[in-house]
């Protein structure tokens, strides 16, 4: 990898420096967007008492799961886990310490930290246990909490396509948390299904541009579907 050039042949470069006791974070909703190829070199990795920073954790074999399967996980910070029986299991145990928080308050932590924005007011959480301990204000007759923004050692991301120097285009809704997650990486790690020649997206289709892309990988996905319903004849 050289100047502008962001490209990676492999998994084990795009990774390299993940350590033990790192923060991770990671794009995906549900099973939309994850990156899974990092995601499987992780679990390859062995790294462990990792705190990750997604939306939630997978399902029981696949996504962030295979991390939770492996004891690779220390503490979450999630808005959603309802599709991970294990992760619950752990959670009971006291195995894995968790940090519940909006899923909006989440997004915006993310996108505060990329930013270098150290903290924001909001008024979601107020008079619950998530505002419970927190700096409150009050503006305009409004209560208002203080959450502090988040940044992470790794990003790893998911993408849709890229050109060599990191502009990154999301497809559909698998932009949900992705265009935040790479900004609020001090190494992110972007892995996409084409890789295409500079010059050859349209600028206006970028979602994230290459300066916060570190590492750029092509892989294979699966894309599982997290939830399938059909109609019944």
Same mark, same amino acid.
């Given at each position: 990898?050289?100047?502008?050039?962001?490209?990676?042949?492999?998994?084990?470069?795009?990774?390299?420096?993940?350590?033990?006791?790192?923060?991770?974070?990671?794009?995906?909703?549900?099973?939309?967007?994850?990156?899974?190829?990092?995601?499987?070199?992780?679990?390859?990795?062995?790294?462990?008492?990792?705190?990750?920073?997604?939306?939630?954790?997978?399902?029981?074999?696949?996504?962030?799961?295979?991390?939770?399967?492996?004891?690779?996980?220390?503490?979450?910070?999630?808005?959603? /886990?309802?599709?991970?029986?294990?992760?619950?299991? *752990?959670?009971?145990?006291?195995?894995?310490? /968790?940090?519940?928080?909006?899923?909006?308050?989440?997004?915006?932590?993310?996108?505060?930290?990329?930013?270098?924005?150290?903290?924001?007011?909001?008024?979601?959480?107020?008079?619950?246990?998530?505002?419970?301990?927190?700096?409150?204000?009050?503006?305009?007759?409004?209560?208002?909490?203080?959450?502090?923004?988040?940044?992470?050692?790794?990003?790893?991301?998911?993408?849709?396509?890229?050109?060599?120097?990191?502009?990154?285009?999301?497809?559909?809704?698998?932009?949900?948390?992705?265009?935040?997650?790479?900004?609020?990486?001090?190494?992110? /790690?972007?892995?996409?299904?084409?890789? /295409?020649? #500079?010059?050859?997206?349209? #600028?206006?289709?970028?979602?994230?541009?290459?300066?916060?892309?570190?590492?750029?990988?092509?892989?294979?996905?699966?894309?599982?579907?997290?939830?399938?319903?059909?109609? *019944?004849?």
């Amino acid at each position: 990898m050289a100047g502008f050039n962001k490209v990676v042949t492999t998994y084990a470069e795009a990774l390299a420096g993940l350590h033990d006791g790192m923060t991770l974070i990671a794009g995906g909703f549900g099973l939309c967007g994850i990156p899974e190829g990092c995601i499987a070199r992780i679990r390859e990795m062995g790294v462990r008492d990792l705190t990750v920073v997604s939306n939630n954790c997978g399902v029981d074999d696949f996504g962030l799961g295979l991390l939770l399967e492996g004891r690779q996980i220390k503490k979450m910070v999630s808005s959603y /886990v309802g599709e991970n029986a294990l992760f619950e299991q *752990q959670f009971l145990s006291g195995e894995l310490e /968790v940090e519940l928080t909006p899923q909006g308050t989440l997004a915006e932590k993310l996108r505060a930290g990329g930013a270098g924005i150290p903290a924001f007011y909001t008024a979601t959480g107020y008079g619950t246990p998530v505002g419970e301990g927190k700096e409150m204000r009050e503006f305009n007759g409004r209560k208002y909490i203080l959450e502090e923004a988040i940044t992470g050692d790794f990003a790893i991301v998911k993408g849709w396509k890229a050109d060599r120097y990191g502009n990154v285009i999301y497809r559909h809704t698998a932009q949900n948390f992705n265009p935040m997650a790479a900004t609020a990486g001090r190494i992110t /790690v972007v892995e996409v299904e084409e890789i /295409v020649a #500079p010059g050859t997206l349209d #600028p206006s289709t970028i979602h994230t541009p290459g300066i916060y892309v570190n590492r750029l990988i092509q892989g294979k996905f699966e894309k599982r579907i997290e939830q399938r319903t059909i109609t *019944q004849d």
